[in-house]
Nanobody, 123 residues
């Protein structure tokens, strides 16, 4: 079992930066892929970024490529999403997710989810 807790959300002006953290419990986290997703009211949850268990492979949603960086520190059992040059359209609840078997960009590819953290970008 893995439990995930996100933190680091908040209110920021357009062009600013935030770093989200995803703290995990459970020893198996170090072998799990991690994904970040986001959701706005009335819309489906959207893939943002993913990282494999070692941190050697990452991928991003096209609209965040070059602005967001996903990383992880397995010794601390924590994953991160560094968000730079934020835009109002990045406003959403951000969720981290983890899975021990799959490395996907789809919501159904992750077995464990955090409760989310709100990110609001003002114009």
């Amino acid at each position: 079992q893995v439990q995930l807790v996100e933190s680091g959300g908040g209110l920021v002006q357009a062009g600013g930066s935030l770093r989200l953290s995803c703290a995990a419990s459970g020893r198996a986290f170090t072998t799990y892929a991690v994904g970040w997703f986001r959701q706005t009211p009335g819309k489906e949850r959207e893939f943002v970024a993913r990282i494999n268990w070692s941190g050697g492979t990452t991928s991003y949603l096209d609209s965040v490529q070059g602005r967001f960086i996903i990383s992880r520190d397995n010794a601390k059992k924590t994953a991160y999403l560094q968000m730079n040059s934020l835009k109002p359209e990045d406003t959403a609840v951000y969720y981290c997710a983890a899975d021990g078997l799959r490395f996907t960009t789809t919501e159904d590819g992750y077995a464990y989810w955090g409760r989310g953290t709100q990110v609001t970008v003002s114009s």
